[in-house]
């Protein structure tokens, strides 16, 4: 079953503004016969009218791993007229794979059976790559922002005590695992430290290490 995206990451998907395909459907529960929209035909690959909507046929194009959830959802919501929404993956009529988002709600007779479920089927496809790009660029930046304080902690490291690059590295290596601390964060800490002093001097710099290793060391505001 895919993973429901947490309210906050769908609540990007959603704000973003893209011109997402939004389709709509209607089952009559009696008989089973179901009607698309054009656009819920093209989100499935298919020109409007040229299949017949079917629940089986949803379900098809359901992603293996979601099918079951769709199912027991679907199930659901002709016993219920409680409003339900799942996101899932299907994958269309020339194999090309989308993430939607269904929602619907059934609708009553007088005996409070459920005769008809309608509702909205949307396409993420596009806005959740949009947000996976964003996220991923993101996340390069914070590697470079990290990989520059590191090397520039070690440039510190190398000039004020006089070790090479990997004498530098080994040392940032050691604090970080005597004090359980992530070594972009050590370096980072260390070059906040090296910048709030007029020069950094070995004294300096031995003081700091001293200080991490007993704990006295008050990390930089």
């Known amino acids: ?3 429901v995206p947490h309210d906050e990451t769908l ?3 959603l704000s973003r503004g893209d011109d997402a ?3 709509e459907y209607r089952v009559t529960v009696a008989t089973g016969q179901w009607w698309w929209s054009d656009a819920t035909f093209r989100i499935h690959g298919f020109e409007p009218g040229e299949v017949v909507p079917t629940g089986e046929l949803m379900l098809a194009h359901s992603h293996p791993d979601d099918r079951d959830h769709a199912q027991a959802v679907l199930d659901e919501a002709q016993c219920s007229d409680e409003p339900f929404a799942m996101i899932h993956r299907i994958v269309d009529a020339q194999g090309a794979g989308h993430v939607v988002a269904t929602v619907g709600r059934g609708r009553c007779d007088e005996d409070d ?8 089927m949307l396409d993420l496809t596009s806005s959740v790559r949009h947000l996976a790009s964003e996220e991923a660029d993101a996340s390069i930046q914070a590697a470079a922002r990290s990989r520059r304080d590191i090397e520039q902690a070690k ?3 190398m000039m004020v005590l006089g070790v090479d690059d990997d004498g530098a590295f080994q040392i940032l290596r050691r604090l970080s695992n005597d004090t359980n601390t992530p070594l972009r964060v050590l370096a980072a800490w260390l070059m906040t430290s090296a910048r709030e002093a007029d020069a950094p001097s070995r004294d300096a710099v031995i003081e700091f290490i001293a200080g991490l290793e007993t704990g006295t060391q008050k990390e930089p505001a």
């Open 1 to 3: 079953m895919t993973t």
């Open 113 to 120: 059976r459920v005769t008809e479920v309608t509702g909205y």
């Open 155 to 157: 440039g510190v490291l």
């Open 11 to 13: 609540s990007k998907i």
């Open 21 to 23: 395909s939004i389709g």
